[in-house]
């Protein structure tokens, strides 16, 4: 009898652990089902202040834009007005997505889009493509928006020799952070599916932007439903590149997009008319100058990003000085521009420094590409 109780204790002592054990467990399970739910919020939050802050972004250029607009249009004729075309995304002229006119909604412009300013020439029939007949597009800057580093790492590779230069970004936010800086690309490669921002939603807001008319949007994606192909359209993709990447299908698009493009488009960076005029019409000198400026400056941006931030201001300033005389002197008329604003900002934290750091970084690199062609193809 005294054993059984003693057997009886025990069973309920351990019964009790156990159920300790358990609720021990479940206070724990509960806990962490708090915390993912904690960070899943602050994540959710992150995001929606980024996009809150690139929306406030673009929604104050574009108020500037359509204030500009509607003065504009006060002044110009009835017969003017008429001859303005609005973009409208249609297969047939954009390139063709392989969608059924049926299945084509009508779909309503963005309230700030203009007349495109970009061309497609049609594709003549070719061999299969190599790498190295991207080298015909040498010149030509892209922008990759894409989140994966195996799909980037595949791209980068096969245009590295081509001369092409690529800027790439991680997602749709940075995307646009980008172009608010730099807009002068021939074209856009946009991953449909990103985090942070779509290439949806990244694509509108791009299209809503007159100042990016000039840039034509490619989808890239693996969706190829109707429906999937549709929605790009819709969003402003005038073409659809399919995942993985076929070399002779981002030829074509290169081609069709680009090509006329880098033909008609002035250079911007570096106005070698200028330079060799200043050189007195003595080429050698000028291209000694410019292999000097290169030697020198192509890693100028990281120095003042460095001795601003150090709060080496003093230095800073003697840079840029001389960073306005050669520039000058070479013809790189955008970059001296840059630096004398950058230079009369220096001392003064109220302004958005490293914001005109970002733009010098830019149009430095655009420069240095350009410089290096002009001396290559001499």
Avoid: W
């Amino acid at each position: 009898m005294i054993k059984q109780n003693y057997m009886k204790r025990e069973a309920m002592e351990l019964l009790t652990q156990y159920q300790n054990e358990l609720i021990g467990l479940l206070i724990l399970f509960l806990s962490l089902y708090l915390v993912v739910l904690l960070k899943r919020n602050k994540k959710k939050q992150e995001r929606e202040k980024e996009l809150e802050k690139v929306d406030e972004k673009l929604t104050k250029k574009e108020n500037i834009q359509e204030t500009q607009e509607i003065k504009s249009n006060k002044e110009i004729s009835q017969e003017q007005q008429e001859q303005i075309e609005e973009i409208i995304l249609e297969g047939a002229e954009e390139g063709d997505f392989g969608v059924d006119e049926a299945l084509i909604k009508e779909v309503d412009t963005p309230t700030h889009t203009t007349k495109k300013a970009y061309k497609k020439r049609d594709v003549p029939s070719h061999q299969k493509i190599i790498k190295d007949d991207f080298k015909e597009f040498q010149g030509t800057r892209i922008l990759i928006a894409e989140d994966n580093i195996i799909n980037q790492k595949v791209i980068q590779g096969l245009l590295a020799e081509s001369g092409i230069e690529i800027v790439m970004a991680d997602d749709g936010i940075e995307t646009l952070e980008i172009l608010q800086h730099d807009n002068n690309f021939s074209l856009i490669l946009m991953d449909a599916h990103m985090p942070r921002l779509d290439g949806f939603e990244t694509t509108k807001k791009i299209r809503m932007n007159p100042e990016y008319n000039h840039i034509p949007v490619i989808a890239l994606s693996g969706d190829t439903a109707a429906n999937d192909i549709r929605k790009m359209q819709e969003a402003g993709m005038v073409e659809h590149l399919e995942k993985p990447l076929k070399m002779d299908a981002l030829y074509d698009v290169l081609y069709a997009y680009t090509n006329i493009q880098n033909h008609d488009m002035p250079n911007t960076s570096l106005d070698t008319e200028e330079g060799l005029y200043i050189c007195g019409g003595d080429e050698n000198f000028y291209k000694e100058i410019l292999q000097e400026f290169l030697s020198n400056y192509t890693n100028s941006a990281q120095e003042l990003t460095k001795l601003i931030h150090n709060n080496q201001l003093q230095e800073a300033d003697k840079l840029l000085l001389d960073i306005i005389g050669v520039a000058a002197n070479i013809g790189a008329t955008k970059l001296t521009q840059i630096a004398q604003k950058l230079k009369s900002v220096i001392y003064n934290k109220e302004n958005d420094i490293d914001s005109l750091l970002q733009t010098y970084t830019t149009e430095l690199t655009t420069l240095v590409h350009t410089i290096t062609t002009y001396l290559q193809d001499k």
